[in-house]
């Protein structure tokens, strides 16, 4: 049962929803600065080769232009400094299409924009490489020792010898992250010191990037940041557009203010690098698992790499003696991926659970059962206990909640008129990690009234970060929720973790939880007294006559959080219609249940639970960016041609949560479920039409021209 006092387990509404929605709140661009001016950049034309010339001499007469930095004038930066993406500006050459090459600084946005449309560049271009499936042949090992081939066992022996198995290819295409606030940032000068207004998942990681690109001490850099509008991981790091406001700012000795447009984002932050992958799975006739091999090929920048990890659910979900895990990858003209939501996890489970579903139905298995034989007791990849893992209570619950009973073993047997309905099943995992992270809670106390403000540099990103560190410090404290200010997103803060893996909602929480615990310790030692009954921090505070009263600490995770494997898990189901005479597909339900430890506040977190179904549903059936081989730039470069969900595109959604108590992962066991909810989605709408229509479609999106 609930204690009905508590805060923390209650749903309650965001603190921060009404300045949100009457415009209070305050993002990258909303900041009053006085006297600023408007830069925007420009880009290449080509994919790769060298500027030979820019002619800049017509857009520099303009109306309204105060300046224009290209290679020739720009300062010399760090490009080892932090910044991912590297198009600082700082050599002539070109390395993908649509690189930053210059900046336009005007006393309006559209003067700017304009006068950029004037600059004259000529190129001594280079054959691009741009086509993944030319290339992929050629992909070699990553550089990065993480990703090095994962073996247990002998693979090729158990698929050789087995009687039912699976061997197919999957394959999932580059997307972008789309946040509904596209990247800006304001910059403003005094003397040494830049301020930067700015989107930042890590704010440190900002300030420390920012600081090191520009050849600043950290100290020097004050990055701001208190709301995000989306980022989904392009947030997570920061890329050109943040230094590059700061050196426009410092040029012409004034704030400015750049913002990326819609068009720009496809080649300036980072995307979802596209996926070929091979899963080979092999089973007894009673569905023991005796191997599973993932081999996954993909592509990099031709000056960075980054390789996300599709194998990981693969190494953790079923329990076999043969494993094999491996990555290729191959340089492209391309800007180089990054972490987007779910990162490995979203892309390598649909290939994993699309081939469970296969090797199910090729067993006469039901595709749950046959998951919950191969459950494993340890994690297959290290052989550490679990802190908890709720994956067969995932599924069990959800198929008796979704009504799993009713869908038919084979395809094509449920129909309702002109569309085919089909039910499909997945599982999914993320870790679960706790990163160090520092919190001041400050105490004032007017009468008998004692308010709290919490403080440490945070991030928000619409996932209701204001409102669970209240509730947090609520219970810790012996407050009600009103009574709780909370401020994050200020570098000037104390230094805290991101809102990136996973890993926010458990270091803040902890981290609060923690100093409201030494507050009232510390409270407790001034008055000199025993307490029969511990007291709340409030009664202290009144019975001591104290006005106010304030501490900091510097929150770590478990010294025994290691021991374990700590994951969220879940359990997704899909039913679908489709389309006898049109191949389209419809999601008309989507069930989600969740195991994540404890759940801070069940409204926001449903939230981002349904948000990360939504994008799933993206995944599988619309997302795709297109990029022509031609001349290696994104065709589809706005929401006219990137189709993102609409609201008719979604069915019915619903999110169970699983009672789960975690006594390893930290100390309030919070698991967190902020990139769960996008896990094995795809795969769950894949399987499903499937069982609808008997196509089994491996390659997202799901469109009409493959179904039929």
Same mark, same amino acid.
């Given at each position: 049962m609930k204690d009905t006092n508590k805060a923390i387990g209650t749903p309650i509404s965001r603190i921060d929803g009404l300045a949100k929605v009457t415009g209070k709140a305050a993002y990258s661009m909303d900041h009053p600065v006085k006297n600023a001016a408007y830069a925007i950049l420009f880009k290449s034309t080509i994919a790769a080769g060298k500027i030979s010339d820019i002619d800049t001499s017509t857009a520099g007469k303009a109306p309204g232009v105060l300046a224009i930095i290209t290679h020739k004038n720009a300062p010399k930066l760090n490009v080892k400094g932090g910044l991912r993406g590297g198009a600082l500006l700082q050599s002539p050459e070109v390395e993908f299409f649509g690189q930053n090459i210059g900046i336009v600084i005007a006393e309006t946005f559209e003067q700017a924009r304009y006068a950029s449309r004037l600059i004259n560049v000529t190129y001594d271009k280079k054959e691009p490489k741009v086509d993944f499936e030319k290339l992929s042949d050629k992909a070699r090992p990553p550089k990065d020792? &993480? =990703?090095?081939?994962? =073996? $247990?066992?002998d693979v090729q022996t158990a698929l050789s010898q087995a009687t039912h198995k699976? &061997?197919?290819l999957y394959q999932t295409p580059i997307e972008h992250h789309q946040p509904l606030e596209p990247h800006a940032a304001i910059a403003e000068w005094e003397g040494d010191k830049v301020t930067l207004y700015s989107s930042a998942q890590i704010v440190n990681g900002a300030q420390s990037a920012a600081a090191a690109t520009l050849n600043l001490k950290p100290e020097q850099v004050r990055i701001v940041s208190p709301y995000i509008g989306g980022g989904f991981g392009s947030k997570g790091g920061q890329w050109a557009n943040l230094a590059l406001a700061a050196v426009a700012a410092k040029h012409i000795n004034r704030p400015v203010k750049l913002a990326l447009t819609r068009q720009q984002m496809v080649n300036s932050v980072g995307l979802r690098q596209q996926n070929l992958q091979k899963v080979s799975l092999a089973a007894t006739a009673d569905g023991k698992l005796t191997a599973l091999a993932h081999e996954i090929t993909t592509h990099c920048a031709i000056d960075d790499e980054f390789v996300e990890p599709c194998g990981d659910c693969s190494k953790v979900m079923y329990d076999t003696p043969n494993s094999l895990i491996t990555y290729r990858v191959v340089p492209m003209n391309l800007i180089v991926p990054t972490y987007t939501r779910g990162p490995g996890k979203s892309t390598g489970s649909f290939a994993l659970e699309s081939a469970m579903d296969e090797l199910a139905y090729k067993l006469k298995m039901d595709p749950i059962e046959f998951r919950i034989k191969n459950e494993p007791e340890r994690d297959p990849s290290n052989g550490k206990p679990w802190s908890s893992r709720t994956t067969v209570q995932c599924l069990r619950e959800g198929a008796k909640a979704f009504g799993w009973e009713k $869908? =038919? +073993? &084979?395809p094509r047997q449920n129909q309702q008129g002109n569309y085919w309905i089909g039910y499909g099943v997945s599982a999914g995992t993320y870790p679960a990690r706790q990163r160090p992270t520092s919190a001041t809670v400050k105490l004032k106390r007017t009468g008998d009234n004692v308010t709290a403000t919490v403080e440490l540099a945070a991030a928000d990103l619409g996932t209701g970060t204001y409102t669970i560190l209240a509730q947090t410090a609520a219970d810790a404290l012996g407050l009600p929720v009103q009574n709780v200010k909370v =401020?994050?997103?200020d570098s000037d803060l104390p230094p805290a973790a991101g809102a990136v893996g996973s890993v926010g909602a458990a270091s803040y929480a902890n981290a609060v939880n923690d100093a409201c615990r030494k507050l009232t310790e510390e409270l407790v030692t001034k008055s000199g007294k025993q307490f029969f009954a511990p007291p709340t921090a409030v009664q202290l505070m009144r019975s001591e006559k104290l006005t106010d009263y304030q501490t900091r600490v510097d929150s770590n995770p478990l &010294? #025994?959080?290691d021991d374990y494997s700590a994951h969220s898990f879940n359990a997704n189901f899909a039913e679908v219609a489709v389309n006898k005479s049109t191949?389209?597909?419809r999601v008309n339900r989507f069930l989600a249940v969740t195991g994540a430890g404890q759940i801070l506040n069940p409204k926001t977190a449903r939230s981002q639970i349904i948000g990360g179904n939504v994008w799933g549903i993206g995944m599988a059936l619309t997302e795709e960016s297109v990029v022509d081989p031609r001349w290696g730039n994104?065709? #589809? $470069? +706005?929401?006219?041609?990137?189709h993102v969900p609409s609201n008719?595109?979604?069915g019915n959604l619903d999110a169970i949560f699983i009672r789960e108590q975690d006594e390893h992962v930290n100390t309030l066991g919070i698991k967190g479920i902020g990139e769960v909810g996008i896990v094995g989605v795809a795969a769950a709408v894949a399987n499903a039409v499937f069982n609808a229509t008997g196509k089994r479609v491996r390659e997202l999106p799901i469109t009409p021209d493959k179904v039929l």
């Open positions: 020792k &993480e =990703k090095a081939d994962a =073996k $247990r066992g699976v &061997e197919e $869908r =038919k +073993s &084979e =401020k994050i997103g &010294e #025994t959080a191949g389209m597909v994104f065709v #589809t $470069r +706005s929401f006219a041609d990137y008719l595109d979604i």
